[in-house]
């Protein structure tokens, strides 16, 4: 299938394609890299002498054929969001080539930590992070979302360590060799490069169901394989909605702290952060967001990243699904509340109704993709698949999901082939229905159309008349808190005016210990309320936040806070120069740009 124009690769797949890899690489966290041979089984059109691929910062050793013959490559000069291309020429019958090769110190998908960054502070730990297109920082190959490959490997790790892939583990435990040990996989499906991903590490392992288990650190592992106690139960309600789970297992790895995402949907194995054990399962929608993916992103996937929006406004709308057939229609209720908040308070980051960057198919011309990853594909996305569902009915949108997952399971494809999809499938013949929707302006058009569906809950509209009720004077103690679940501590916090007395911010955070909550989410939204409020005796608990978990979905919006104030900015610089050797490349590519502005260091030291 001819892949659609991605302005992130230099590939040419209409001319020589990569069909599949085998890794064969050692994990040396002594010099922190990635040494070994990448073997890539290529498809070639007729005439064409050659095969580009995308690296960054990979030094190449040596390219040779089948019979181990060198071939001539060149590469090309590098860019420092794309990096450089790799063109190796190829005689008439080379199908096959092996690159040796080792990534450099600063890979930007690959975050070493040393023991003491960990949970279980025993052993080194690494992990990556290929989306969007870090994948070429650590292997070889043509790293678009259009250009589906399947592929295996073989991980060299040092003793004592376990290695995980976003595939089937052929050996779980491992086989001793000299080095230490080395861990076969296999991925037999063709996924987008960017779903190639490792973690090595100090990991066990327990089950959750007969096709799912965590794996985690030691010290991690029982917290998870108790949060996640519902993850068989959400397979069930993912398949009833969308068909049958493709991918044989479905596994969580908890990382340690320092991952810059919620979670990763990496096949068989989605990565995600120990941000979500609060104890109580209360955060488990990142998992039900993950899961969908294996529909949404992994079966069917953006061709490019301007499409990225078909990736997560999807995902988006069946994680609230996948909650509701979990928790019930109330609850799913109060996270659409919740999570239209975000969109609003998204648009206003962005610039408004009118900004470029509030369009779905968002113009990404010369920019990182990672710029497009906003709040936006995710909830804006998923509005325009509740205002569908709302317009045709349920039973309807329903049958459409099922059918657009089987039409194009394990291709990649652009917004516009969604949109005739749509037509064909869903709105054909109903001119009306469409007019109703105004699928243009949802796709091309910035800000929230106003005929978005406007989410409602009594549960949280009680929470809004106490949260007026303090700001007005009450009490914090008499409010009526004890059975409040996350989502209503959340919505309480976000309802509170930004014009609090001192009084009253010490009387919320002495009646509820709102400094102290181990909940990521709460303690997040009252940071943001202390810092706005310049109320300092929260700050050590902002200190300890922002250094002992990378989460960027929290690290950006209270480093903005710090620094929009005209006390906050020292202690956000102060802050940042101790824990940025702690965050992901991915985070400090962010966090650079609003802490450091102008004083430009190494992605990673
Ligand atoms: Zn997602």
């Given at each position: 299938m001819p892949a659609p124009r991605d302005i992130h690769s230099y590939a040419r797949p209409h001319e020589t394609r990569v069909a599949s890899l085998h890794l064969d690489l ?8 990635i040494?070994g041979r990448a073997s890539l089984a290529l498809e070639r059109s007729s005439g064409a002498s050659s095969v580009v691929l995308d690296t960054r910062?990979l030094?190449i050793h040596r390219i040779t054929d089948r019979d181990g013959a060198p071939l001539v490559f060149s590469l090309g ?5 794309l990096g450089a291309p790799l063109e190796v020429t190829l005689a008439p019958d080379v199908v096959e080539i092996h690159i040796d090769y080792e990534t ?5 998908a ?18 990556s992070?290929g989306q969007a297109i870090l994948t070429r920082t650590w292997i070889p190959t043509q790293d678009s979302p259009g250009i589906r490959q399947t592929y295996t490997a073989r991980i ?7 290695a995980?892939m976003s595939a089937e583990s052929l ?12 861990f076969e996989f296999r991925l037999t499906r063709p996924v987008p490069p960017y779903l190639m991903a490792i ?47 493709q991918w044989g297992r ?15 949907e990496n096949p068989l194995v ?23 993916h294996s529909w949404s992103g992994n079966l069917v996937t953006n061709a490019t990243w301007?499409d990225?929006?078909l990736n ?57 993709p ?35 997952f089987e039409r194009h399971a394990f291709t990649s494809i652009v917004?516009?082939t ?188």
């Open positions: 050692h994990v040396e966290f002594g010099a922190r890299r040494r910062d030094t000069s590098s860019h420092p969001i450099g110190p600063g890979a930007a690959l975050q070493w930590l040393a023991p003491a960054q960990t949970a279980s502070r025993r052993q080194p730990f690494l992990y992070q060299t790790v040092p003793a004592g360590l376990t995980v050996t779980p435990q491992g086989v001793a060799v000299s080095e230490g040990r080395a973690a090595v590490g100090d990991l066990v392992f327990a089950p959750l169901g007969p096709r799912s288990g965590v794996y985690a650190e030691p010290a991690t592992i029982e917290a998870a394989a108790s949060e996640f106690v519902d993850v068989e139960r959400m397979i069930a309600a993912a398949e009833q909605l969308l068909g049958p789970y479905y596994d969580v790895l908890v990382l340690p702290p320092s991952f810059p995402f919620g979670g990763m989605t990565f995600a952060t120990p941000t979500i054990l609060a104890g109580d399962r209360s955060l488990v929608s990142l998992i039900a967001h993950e899961l969908a301007r990225f929006w997560e406004g999807m995902t988006t709308y069946v994680e609230s699904r996948i909650m509701e057939a979990l928790a019930g229609p109330a609850h799913a209720d109060m996270l659409h509340v919740l999570a239209r908040r975000e969109l609003i308070e998204e648009i206003r980051r962005l610039g408004g109704e009118a900004s470029p960057d509030t369009v779905l198919h968002v113009n990404l011309e010369g920019r990182d990672d710029d497009g990853a906003t709040r936006i594909p995710y909830e804006k996305g998923a509005a325009l698949m509740t205002l569908l569902e709302h317009t045709v009915g349920r039973p309807r949108f329903d049958a459409y999901l099922r059918g657009y917004t516009d969604f949109v005739d999809d749509l037509r064909h499938h869903l709105l054909a013949q109903e001119p009306a229905i469409e007019a109703r929707i105004r699928l243009d302006e949802w796709i091309h058009q910035p800000g929230l159309p106003d005929n978005a569906v406007e989410p409602q809950s009594t549960q949280l509209s009680a929470v809004s008349a106490h949260a007026k009720a303090f700001a007005a004077g009450s009490a914090a103690a008499p409010l009526p808190t004890s059975a409040w679940t996350t989502q209503e501590w959340l919505h309480f916090l976000n309802e509170l005016p930004a014009t609090l007395s001192s009084a009253q911010l010490v009387d919320l955070d002495t009646t509820f210990h709102l400094s102290s909550r181990g909940n990521s989410e709460v303690l997040f939204a009252w940071l943001r309320i202390a810092i706005g409020h310049s109320y300092r005796p929260a700050m050590p608990a902002v200190e300890r936040f922002l250094t002992s978990q990378g989460r960027r979905k929290f690290l950006r919006p209270l480093y903005e806070d710090l620094m929009a104030t005209d006390w906050g900015a020292a202690e956000a610089r102060r802050i940042y120069a101790i824990a940025r050797p702690t965050y992901h490349a991915v985070a400090v590519n962010t966090l650079d740009q609003i802490v450091n502005a102008g004083a430009k260091a190494p992605a990673h030291e």
